[in-house]
């Protein structure tokens, strides 16, 4: 499966696609994470990974607001917790 993600490769977001989706999830890196919500509302790809938290700033509102002008939905939520 094709999984779109904010960042470069080897950044968070890439590691969470593969904990979510497994080794075999066929990664497309983004910039930013308008591209994510638009590449997957257009259906260029059938999921995406996007952070709702981080651990600096807390809640990432831009993803909030991003879900608001698109007709997406959440399909599962892992936690960040490493430890």
Avoid: W
Avoid at 15 to 44: H, M, W
Avoid at 51 to 60: A, F, H, K, Y
Wanted: glycine share 10%.
């Amino acid at each position: 499966m094709k999984v779109a993600f904010q960042g470069e490769r080897g950044a968070y977001s890439e590691s969470a696609v593969y904990t979510f989706f497994g080794n075999k999830a066929e990664v497309k890196p983004c910039r930013d994470l308008t591209e994510v919500f638009e590449i997957v509302d257009k259906q260029e790809v059938p999921m995406g990974v996007v952070p709702i938290e981080n651990s600096l700033e807390g809640s990432v509102n831009q993803t909030y607001d991003l879900f608001l002008s698109h007709d997406l939905k959440v399909t599962g939520l892992q936690s960040g917790n490493r430890g």
